[in-house]
């Protein structure tokens, strides 16, 4: 577990600009039972979190099509909603950070540590876009 006052300004990343944080496995139910687009964000205080993964998801944002809603948890320290968000991302392994979209509440775009370690922020959200105009 990090403390809290590490991680503030790694969630106010993404609570800044509309995300909701879940803190528990019902949060990450209930809001993947709602219509529409959901985008999840598995935020994490490593490095490709704070160079690439959130600075794409603000990015990505600033598109014509955009998820429904935003919601975050917080690896390494929201252990119960990070188990029930990645328990919706089957079949891919557990990683953070990365990036779900769900549609309705089917899981329709995956973004894996892989696709986000060394990547450039622009490259993530022109994915992310890609996955918006798509699906939103």
């Not at 917080?74 to 029930?84: I, M, T, Y």
Request: glycine fraction near 6%.
């Amino acid at each position: 577990m990090y403390p809290p006052e590490l991680v503030k300004p790694m969630r106010e990343d993404l609570t800044s600009i509309g995300f909701s944080e879940l803190f528990t496995a019902d949060d990450v139910n209930e809001a993947l039972k709602k219509e529409g687009t959901t985008l999840v964000v598995v935020n994490s205080v490593c490095g490709c979190a704070a160079a690439n993964a959130r600075p794409g998801a603000r990015m990505s944002l600033q598109n014509a099509k955009t998820p429904s809603n935003l919601v975050t948890v917080f690896a390494g320290v929201d252990r119960e909603a990070v188990d029930a968000a990645r328990s919706q991302m089957v079949p891919f392994p557990p990683s953070s950070p990365s990036m779900a979209l769900f549609k309705d509440g089917e899981l329709v775009h995956m973004l894996e540590r892989h696709h986000i370690e060394g990547r450039p922020a622009e490259a993530i959200s022109e994915n992310l876009k890609a996955a918006y105009d798509e699906y939103c």
